[in-house]
């Protein structure tokens, strides 16, 4: 058996030997930091700028590119003169936030990657962190810092109930493992892969988002029009109610501890529309052993909308069930409609959620009731340009759910490396 064991799961090729283990105050000094609250910070105008430990938590990439990030400036009439010039962050530096409401936010890091000559200071509840003698590639510790073996350690040592925070003192206590500097590059740059993989996956699925939002309006403004399959012009779009193209139902029973594993009805609950699905339901994820003769079921094209919510706007909430015999709550409002429902549930959901929203009633729990949507206004095209439309967002929607998917893959593999190439 060998007697090398301070190395990762997994290793490029080419590298071996053990990694030395260092402390963290071993390979770091600790420096000053201000106090500055929010409100001594502005985004207009200033020569220092500050890096708010909520920011770490919320905004900042961990790998700090100051010309990719947006950072508030400390205000003007701040006197300045007071912080020393090793206050001022360098290419190198770690800013660590020392305060958390949660432990997976703990000792969250960022590392200043480029700061592109501009003077940067860390501030309220953040340590400054800066490398002593140690020959630390850049972009290393951005990653080590992630990995669970030094997470588990920094949530270790934190300390408070509602509000937990570390010291320096028992964060120089934390044991990391560094590789030779040729393997730290080796790493740093392949993970900086993943990361620009993982943001150009984000931007793909931001920019379809926004696109399928903004075409949406011209359809349904009637800026966008659709031909019919020979080219031709389809006829105008009429004003209707709400109750001349559907039938309403009401769902019945299913609370949240029928839903089962091994249940042999699908069922959705009307919370489900908020956190689980999109304009069209294909798959349905929750099943239940309740008496079938005691539930309300789908048809195919039905639209659901909520009952009850939280908000007026969550509550304008519209699904299209494009299968038969789903189980459906209590909560839940069921249109059955003779239109193309997919077409509905996009209408319904985008152009008339505001109105949608403005039907229902209360305040701590809100309330839609079928008398009320029967009487919503609607502008619909013919049948055939309702399908030409539905098919149409639906082939964005599969573009989104894919590009989400490859999202949601890219980090669970980024998650994987971080468990198993670092010791």
């Known amino acids: 058996m060998s007697d090398i064991i301070n190395v990762p799961v997994l290793r490029f090729g080419e590298f071996n030997g053990e990694w030395e283990e260092k402390k963290y105050g071993d390979i770091y000094s600790f420096y000053t930091t201000n106090s500055l609250s929010r409100d001594k910070l502005n985004y207009d105008d200033g020569r220092v700028k500050n890096i708010h430990y909520g920011d770490i938590h919320t905004k900042f990439n961990t790998m700090f ?202 069922c959705i609950r009307y919370g489900e529309l908020y956190t689980v699905y999109n304009e069209t339901i294909h798959n349905v994820q929750s099943k239940t052993n309740l008496n079938k003769d005691n539930l309300i079921f789908s048809k195919f094209n039905d639209v659901i909308i909520p009952a009850s919510g939280e908000t007026q706007i969550d509550i304008a909430t519209a699904s299209c069930i494009l299968k038969d015999n789903v189980a459906l709550s209590g909560d839940l409002n069921i249109i059955r409609t003779n239109i193309n429902g997919v077409f509905l549930a996009y209408y319904l959901n985008n152009f008339k959620k505001i109105d949608i929203a403005r039907l229902s009633q209360g305040i701590s729990v809100v309330h839609l009731y079928s008398s009320q949507l029967k009487l919503l206004k609607l502008n619909l095209p013919p049948l055939k340009e309702q399908t030409k439309i539905a098919n149409f967002l639906s082939s964005i929607d599969k573009k989104i759910e894919l590009t989400t998917q490859q999202l949601h893959e890219v980090k669970a593999f980024k998650k994987s490396l971080l468990q198993q190439m670092f010791v």
């Open 65 to 266: 590119n100051i010309q990719n990030e947006y950072v508030p400036f400390v205000n003007s009439d701040i006197d300045l003169s007071k912080i020393k010039e090793e206050s001022y962050c360098l290419e190198g530096d770690l800013v660590i936030a020392d305060a958390s409401e949660d432990y997976n936010d703990i000792g969250k890091t960022i590392e200043m990657i480029n700061l592109n000559n501009e003077k940067v200071v860390a501030g309220l509840h953040t340590f400054l962190a800066r490398p002593n003698k140690h020959d630390i590639i850049l972009g290393y510790m951005s990653y080590l810092l992630q990995s669970w073996k030094v997470r588990k350690q920094v949530m270790t040592i934190a300390q408070g109930s509602k509000v937990l925070s570390l010291s320096t003192k028992r964060l120089s206590t934390v044991k990391l493992n560094l590789p030779k500097n040729p393997e730290q590059q080796k790493i740093a740059t392949f993970l900086t892969s993943i990361d620009t993989k993982i943001e150009q996956l984000t931007k793909k699925e931001k920019l379809l988002s926004s696109y399928k939002k903004g075409v949406m309006q011209k359809i349904f403004n009637q800026g966008i029009r659709f031909k019919d399959d020979d080219g031709g012009e389809f006829g105008d779009w009429e004003e209707k109610r709400l109750r001349e193209i559907a039938t309403f139902l009401k769902g019945k029973g299913i609370s949240k501890s029928d839903i089962v594993e091994d249940g042999v009805l699908e």
